[in-house]
């Protein structure tokens, strides 16, 4: 297999598009085309600044490296959530962020859940009956409201995930099978800032998770291999082993899930503009102690979920 | 594993509902979810005139059973395609469905493609470049022109197919997949009649496959085992297939999808409504020569497709 720019030996070879690169062509490539998606998708512009939430993993770690390759003003954000189950997960994946903000010279905000609010991510998770049999559900909580904090209180303009094209065409899957007509219409690559909030974006959103693997250790960083123990066995990860038989039978389906979803809602597919979301951001209120925008009556779902007493009573 | 109405032993278990039933009750149970899908998606009254299409298969059999145990008049429409394929595959499912059409006592339709355009379904399909692999997409326009055209020749209200819910599931996974916005939006059990076609019905789209199939052997109603011969490796069977796993892991997934779909659409998932509907049938004309609506200008896909030469000319 040869590189489709060089014509010497390909390192990479991607099917799904019809491509294969050597090393160092492929390492021109995922910039150039993550660069692309950010114009495509009216990201962020070159004097934003921007906050990259990173968790010691493959994605986020590489789309740091690629913002910084980008010339973009990237900072990352850690934020510790205390889970070790025995392989020290988030000590790990602290160190390995760190390491890669002190090898690149770049500023790390850490944040870490336990010191501030007296309670790691498991300990949370066992007060309540939401995500008691699995923590997910308030380590996504907690995350968001970390991430949005930060992000207002140091006035960064974009917060920037590391979600890939997996990770989307999972969570897309997910909320097709059960046509969640909320969650259907609420995917997309930018998610607008709103009354306070940093716009959100994915600027990685169509990269498959090989790919990103592949730059990842092209580009030798060093990341966390183990995903979080309390994701095995999660939905998310049977979704993306069905879509990965299906993208094994027809090379470039998963992204033509993804592409085509994105195109049918430009083309009008669902009814969404205006009344629906004038409707949600209508109903939004501010958290009565945090001030970030919450559909309830008084408290965030963050709020209530720190406020909690051992048996689990605000 | 006792049966849920009379505690006797039960003769078909359905997780997906979780329900069992004896051969006695399960033989109550599908007439009696068939006339609620009748009522629910409004596909027809009592007094309308049903036209079955049977293809000799276990689905189209026992609907027409179902409809004349319900009390409905039903007659039976069978097309001849001319698939032999070394196992006789269109003469064993005429012979089938005449049987049936004789022990019942019930009126059967029988149209030939050979006799009454001089052409087989297999030598339609390589006069031209459309389904020269596979005829499937050819057999298709014929077997729908076909069925339009008795319809409204017989003077009928209603034709109603024996698609399952397998069959649904299958197309609009994908459809989904590809998010292929007009087929999306026309997937329903009830398709209305327009312009002198008789309404499309699908009594049947509620029902797991194999619960046709327990039907079927328990109304000892005898039908052709073998799928059609070119159906073998469509991307149908192979949707149905990952669907069959995603059902076995999550019981009920298949009918969440396609129930949580219908559902979506009601609460007004989709931009469908006057604009879009106007602008499809809109385009809409008369063929010329048939007078069936059509897309085109001048002769519809079915009078292009038989009124072409043996080298695919029109």
């Given at each position: 297999m040869k590189c489709k720019a060089c014509g010497g030996k390909a390192a990479v070879n991607m099917p799904q598009h019809k491509l294969a690169l050597c090393a160092e062509h492929y390492l021109q490539w995922v910039p150039e085309q993550t660069a692309r998606f950010?114009?495509?998708?009216?990201?962020?512009?070159?004097?934003?600044?921007?906050?990259?939430?990173?968790?010691?993993?493959?994605?986020?770690?590489?789309?740091?490296?690629?913002?910084?390759?980008?010339?973009?003003?990237?900072?990352?954000?850690?934020?510790?959530l205390g889970i070790d189950e025995g392989i020290g997960y988030s000590s790990e994946s602290r160190r390995l962020c760190e390491a890669f903000a002190q090898k690149h010279g770049q500023k790390l905000i850490?944040?870490?859940?336990?010191?501030?609010?007296?309670?790691?991510?498991?300990v949370l998770a066992?007060?309540?009956?939401?995500?008691?049999?699995?923590?997910?559900s308030v380590c996504g909580v907690v995350k968001r409201h970390e991430m949005n904090r930060i992000a207002a209180d140091l006035g960064y303009d974009v917060l920037a995930t590391g979600h890939n094209l997996d990770d989307e065409a999972a969570t897309l899957f997910g909320n097709t099978l059960n046509w969640h007509k909320e969650?259907?219409?609420?995917q997309r690559?930018?998610?607008?800032?709103?009354?306070?909030l940093a716009r959100k974006v994915k600027p990685l959103c169509r990269f498959y998770e090989k790919?990103?693997?592949?730059?990842?250790l092209l580009r030798d960083i060093e990341y966390i291999y183990d995903e979080c123990p309390f994701s095995v066995g999660s939905t998310s990860i049977?979704?993306?082993?069905?879509?990965?038989?299906?993208?094994?039978?027809?090379?470039?389906?998963?992204?033509?899930?993804?592409?085509?979803?994105?195109?049918?809602?430009?083309?009008?597919?669902?009814a969404e503009e205006t009344e629906r979301n004038q409707a949600t951001f209508g109903e939004l209120r501010d958290c009565d102690r945090c001030g970030q925008p919450t559909t309830h009556t008084g408290l965030c779902a963050f709020c209530r979920l720190v406020s909690r007493d051992e048996n689990g009573k605000q």
């Open positions: 950010i114009k495509k998708y009216w990201m962020f512009g070159p004097d934003e600044r921007v906050l990259v939430a990173v968790s010691g993993g493959k994605d986020s770690l590489s789309l740091w490296d690629i913002l910084i390759r980008l010339g973009y003003q990237a900072d990352g954000l850690y934020i510790g850490v944040v870490d859940v336990e010191e501030q609010y007296q309670s790691s991510i498991p066992q007060k309540g009956a939401r995500g008691q049999v699995r923590p997910c969650l259907l219409l609420r690559p930018v998610l607008p800032g709103h009354n306070g790919e990103m693997t592949a730059y990842a049977y979704y993306k082993e069905l879509l990965n038989q299906l993208e094994n039978q027809r090379p470039g389906a998963k992204l033509a899930f993804y592409v085509k979803y994105l195109a049918a809602r430009e083309d009008g597919l669902f």
